[in-house]
T-cell receptor, first 111, second 113 residues
Framework: GNSVTQMEGPVTLSEEAFLTINCTYTATGYPSLFWYVQYPGEGLQLLLKATKADDKGSNKGFEATYRKETTSFHLEKGSVQVSDSAVYFCALSGNDYKLSFGAGTTVTVRA | DTAVSQTPKYLVTQMGNDKSIKCEQN?????MYWYKQDSKKFLKIMFS???????INETVPNRFSPKSPDKAHLNLHINSLELGDSAVYFC????????????FGSGTQLSVL
């Protein structure tokens, strides 16, 4: 079945540091890939997505590129802010109408 | 206005009790979901409804019974609560089945004592 494996946290960074969260997937066919973010006390919200190989999703300074050859969709941001402190979820969607989430990575950015 | 709202936000109850969580979306979406998030933040789908019809039922114990009176509402009733049911339950909606942009509620933290 479809599954997502993402880097375990927690991750603690200083402001303006570079952030990478690794995500790899296993899927049949050609899934769409997503990053969702959960800010403290809130539900998840879609951060970015990519629907085919070599697509790059981007939003709020975050980027992730769909790499079919390495089955990866790593999330990056060049300069994080305190407001980026959240839990980040990698997810994929196949042909079964289900969104499968990774385990979440907690990121804390210190001033 | 909150797009996806669920109540209550916190629920503390004893083992063996029956409880319900309500969810409403005002986005006009056709599809609604219930997800369970455990203490390690792992998120797993429980149910999905499209236009009041059950689409996904992910091997959830039959103590959990979703009900969708109309496409804007998806409630979750849980019978005979167990310690292992303690988690955060998220309601979500999307425009249609297969649309992966989900809008989540802020969660209901259920604690079973």
């Amino acid at each position: 079945g479809n599954s997502v494996t993402q880097m375990e946290g927690p991750v603690t960074l200083s402001e303006e540091a570079f952030l990478t969260i690794n995500c790899t997937y296993t899927a049949t066919g050609y899934p769409s890939l997503f990053w969702y973010v959960q800010y403290p006390g809130e539900g998840l919200q879609l951060l970015l997505k990519a629907t085919k190989a070599d697509d790059k999703g981007s939003n709020k300074g975050f980027e992730a590129t769909y790499r079919k050859e390495t089955t990866s969709f790593h999330l990056e941001k060049g300069s994080v802010q305190v407001s980026d402190s959240a839990v980040y979820f990698c997810a994929l969607s196949g042909n079964d109408y289900k969104l499968s989430f990774g385990a979440g990575t907690t990121v804390t950015v210190r001033a | 206005d909150t797009a996806v709202s669920q109540t209550p936000k916190y629920l503390v109850t004893q083992m063996g009790n029956d409880k319900s969580i309500k969810c409403e979306q005002n986005l006009g979406h056709d599809t609604m979901y219930w997800y369970k998030q455990d203490s390690k933040k792992f998120l797993k789908i429980m149910f999905s409804y499209n236009n009041k019809e059950l689409i996904i039922n992910e091997t959830v114990p039959n103590r959990f019974s979703p009900k969708s009176p109309d496409k804007a509402h998806l409630n979750l009733h849980i019978n005979s609560l167990e310690l292992g049911d303690s988690a955060v339950y998220f309601c979500a909606s999307s425009i249609s089945i297969g649309n992966e942009k989900l809008f989540f509620g802020s969660g209901t933290q259920l604690s079973v004592l």
